[in-house]
């Protein structure tokens, strides 16, 4: 059976930065370049950095901009859930989200 | 199942090397410390003129500072070919339109004359300032022979559209390839004063490496401060994002400000620091030019509501707009009269520029309007659809992250209406991002020998062409300064030892209180206490809190790592931040709308014997309050020939 823990809460927003373990090289240039010193390096050789400081995370964007392999998906910037904005398309009322399923779900109802 | 990774293991070991109480000594002519625009432009002014430069930045030099993440204008660039204005006019403009006389003179008109040659400069070491690829040929912002792109005002071109990522990794490039020496993570903690007298020549400083931990002492025949407005004072939630800050990133923690303060240096205008909301709080709404708006980079983009009808636009007689191109163009009765700023402008914050219906809250409550609203990009002519949503947004600070995630979940600038979230955008008083800082004179030297400033350090510091204009001139006179002075002061071996027993106080507790609840305590008494309306009697119990506080729980600051010493010694530096702010609050005895000053206790709005710079410093560590005249920086001409280096 799965062990559980007493554990403290998590600060929130907890995840600001989303890696993909698969493509990330490890090359620790996120933790070279954060403004905010939110990562440390991985103990173990090759694997992304830590996120230890999630809340102190200023959404500037650097160490996507800054990484190598982001084109192949090994680091994403992920607002938190209250920042998800949303927009309309104006031809046909779609309404759309960042971090939606996809692009054809909710139809907008609104009367106009 | 895709591995993330990046998650907490149960335990992690300190990855760095810890060096507590270890010394490292560097000895160089200039020392800047702080490595955003301002910094890097002082750098590599004195680096130019041949001379040991070290400089210390608490981030990475690459992408530090308040513009790290790049910028989508260059404002205060009246000396370009195409503008329509001179320095002279902008200048007067600025300081007397814009911010009613209570603005920083010397300051804005060295930037005025300046900022073109530092624009070529910025474009020789690679960051692209034209349209060289014509993407926006035939555009009404655009001027053909020199193929600058113009922002806001398309008839005085004295703002100029810049592709700003590229900015700090070009002056970072510019630091390595003229030998700057680079002290990365380290956060300087004193300025070290001949003999350790407070008020006496800066000789140096000290730091702190925020992942070993190890000590730092520079020494130095010149110094420039070069850091940042103070943020995180009013609110603090780490709930929020990047610990709620107004504008900067959350390292500008005012480290510059309370290090000169103790050092004895004068500051002014500390009176107009105004809290974190009004910088567009980058925490609590959506992320910063990431939602529909028509403020600063979005403009003049257009709203409707949520059955496709557009909000008007109004000039500043309250003549309704008829076209886009009518929002980037003065009105017609004021001619003569160009854009202040970027937008706003006024006393009060009332717009000067075109703006919304200034009634649209009303209007949407009695239905007039439907809500939500969003920013009609697909309704916008074709250039300005692709100035703003492409390279306004994707260059300006904190938003070519926005720009890439929009893109990558579907948004097209092309056929989608983003957001608005409220009812319509608030009133910004971009005024109110210029705080106080150091008084200084011609050569941009502080009230104290051997310490220059530059950038948000000064008063009224604001803006990314202001940064590097302010940081090129500090930075030669800081090394003409040095050149003058044959060998490196002696350190005092007292003062050192006192900060070394400062900085390393709460490593050394095993409990006591986190630097995140320190914090919102100082945090909550600002709110409290010397919040939009202030009184004395209210001020007065703020200072005496602030002062309980530095006794009774500042003293029991613990922290665990490196890391968390940075923060701890940071909200020390906040806490001395706010101390400033209240006895500056204190001393200005009258209200002053240009300076976002309400004293319900002194109603009167700038009356006449109140016109001028209070300025207040410490000496023997006692408060000294002083004042200089508004206009104390002379004929303007005259001044800035006699000081051009």
Redo the contacts between chains.
């Keep these: 059976m799965m062990e559980i823990y007493a554990v403290p809460n998590l600060?929130?927003?907890n995840k600001?930065?989303?890696?993909?373990?698969?493509v990330?090289s490890g090359c620790n240039r996120c933790v070279?370049?954060?403004?905010?010193?939110v990562f440390?390096?991985?103990?173990e050789k090759g694997?992304?950095?830590?996120?230890?400081?999630p809340?102190?995370?200023?959404?500037?964007?650097?160490c996507?901009?800054?990484c190598p392999l982001r084109d192949k998906g090994a680091i994403?910037?992920s607002?938190?859930l209250m920042?998800r904005?949303?927009?309309?398309?104006?031809?046909t009322g779609e309404h759309?989200?960042?971090?939606?399923r996809n692009?054809s779900s909710l139809k907008n109802k609104?009367s106009? | 199942m895709?591995?993330?990774?990046?998650?907490?293991?149960e335990l992690?070991?300190?990855?760095y090397p810890i060096r507590y109480g270890q010394e490292m000594e560097v000895d160089a002519d200039v020392l800047v410390l702080g490595g955003g625009l301002a910094g890097c432009f002082a750098a590599i002014s004195a680096a130019r003129k041949g001379l040991k430069v070290a400089l210390v930045d608490k981030?990475?030099v690459?992408?530090?500072?308040a513009a790290?993440?790049g910028i989508d204008h260059w404002g205060s660039c009246p000396a370009n070919p195409a503008s329509k204005v001179s320095p002279e006019q902008y200048t007067k403009n600025q300081i007397e339109t814009f911010m009613g006389g209570y603005g920083n003179v010397i300051a804005q008109y060295i930037v005025a004359r300046d900022s073109y040659d530092v624009l070529l400069e910025l474009e020789k070491m690679g960051m692209k300032v034209r349209d060289t690829e014509d993407e926006f040929k035939g555009a009404e912002f655009r001027d053909d022979k020199s193929k600058l792109l113009f922002a806001y005002d398309y008839e005085s071109n004295h703002c100029i559209r810049i592709w700003g990522?590229g900015m700090k990794p070009a002056l970072y490039k510019e630091c390595k390839r003229l030998g700057v020496h680079l002290y990365e993570?380290t956060m300087v903690t004193s300025l070290l004063t001949e003999n350790g007298k407070q008020g006496a020549r800066v000789v140096g400083a000290t730091g702190v490496n925020?992942?070993t931990g190890e000590f730092c002492i520079f020494k130095a025949k010149a110094s420039v401060l070069c850091m940042a407005t103070p943020e995180r004072l009013w609110i603090f939630s780490?709930?929020w994002?990047?610990?709620v800050?107004r504008d900067g990133?959350?390292?500008n923690a005012g480290d510059g400000h309370a290090m000169a303060w103790r050092a004895g240096a004068e500051l002014t205008m500390m009176e107009k620091s105004t809290h974190e909301e009004w910088g567009g709080s980058?925490g609590i709404?959506?992320?910063l030019f990431?939602?529909g708006t028509t403020f600063a980079t979005w403009y003049p983009c257009s709203l409707v509501d949520?059955?496709?009808k557009e909000i008007p636009w109004v000039d500043r007689n309250g003549d309704t707009l008829t076209s886009v191109s009518q929002r980037t163009h003065p009105a017609p009765t004021k001619k003569q009269d160009f854009f202040s700023l970027v937008l706003g402008g006024g006393e009060g914050g009332k717009s000067t520029s075109p703006h919304l219906i200034e009634d649209l809250a009303e209007r949407i409550k009695r239905g007039e309007f439907a809500l939500p609203l969003?920013a009609?990009l697909?309704?916008m002519p074709e250039h300005e659809r692709r100035v703003i949503f492409g390279l306004m947004v994707g260059q300006e600070?904190?938003t070519?992250?926005?720009y890439?995630?929009?893109i990558q979940?579907?948004?097209d600038p092309n056929?989608?209406?983003?957001?608005v979230?409220d009812l319509g955008p608030a009133p910004h008083g971009w005024r109110r991002l210029r705080y106080g800082g150091l008084v200084h004179d011609w050569d941009l030297k502080s009230t104290v020998e051997g310490l220059y400033a530059a950038g948000q350090q000064i008063f009224d510091g604001c803006g990314a062409s202001y940064a590097c204009c302010t940081g090129r001139w500090a930075g030669s006179h800081a090394a003409e300064y040095a050149m003058r002075i044959d060998t490196l002061a002696t350190i005092n071996r007292e003062q050192v030892d006192k900060e070394k027993a400062r900085v390393y106080a709460p490593i050394e507790r095993s409990e006591g209180m986190d630097w995140k609840e320190l914090e919102s305590g100082i945090a909550k008494v600002m709110q409290d206490y010397c919040g939009d309306v202030k009184t004395e009697e209210l001020m007065k119990i703020g200072l005496q809190s602030l002062e309980e506080i530095k006794e009774i729980e500042a003293p029991t600051i613990c922290a665990r790592n490196p890391?968390e010493l940075?923060r701890s010694l940071e909200v020390l530096d906040i806490l001395t931040c706010c101390e400033i702010i209240v006895h500056a609050c204190l001393a200005r005895r009258s209200s002053n709308n240009w300076l976002y000053f309400q004293r319900l206790d002194y109603p009167v709005n700038d009356p006449p014997e109140w016109r001028k710079w209070i300025t207040l410093k410490l000496k023997d560590n006692k408060v000294r309050i002083g004042e200089l005249p508004l206009d104390y920086q002379g004929p303007l001409k005259k001044n800035y020939e006699a000081h051009r280096k």
């Design positions: 600060t929130t927003p600001p930065v989303v890696f993909n373990a698969d990330c070279e370049v954060c403004v905010s010193d440390m390096p991985s103990p694997k992304p950095p830590v996120i230890l400081y809340d102190e995370c200023y959404y500037c964007g650097c996507v901009m800054e994403k910037l607002w938190p920042q904005v949303r927009w309309k398309r104006k031809a759309f989200r960042i971090g939606m692009s609104e106009s | 895709k591995n993330e990774g990046g998650d907490m293991p992690l070991k300190w990855q981030g990475a690459i992408h530090s500072g790290g993440s990522t993570r925020t992942r780490t709930e994002t990047g610990l800050c990133p959350p390292s980058t709404g959506s992320a990431g939602s949520a059955k496709g969003y009609d697909p309704g600070g904190k070519w992250i926005v890439r995630n929009l979940a579907g948004f056929k989608d209406m983003l957001q979230y890391h940075m």
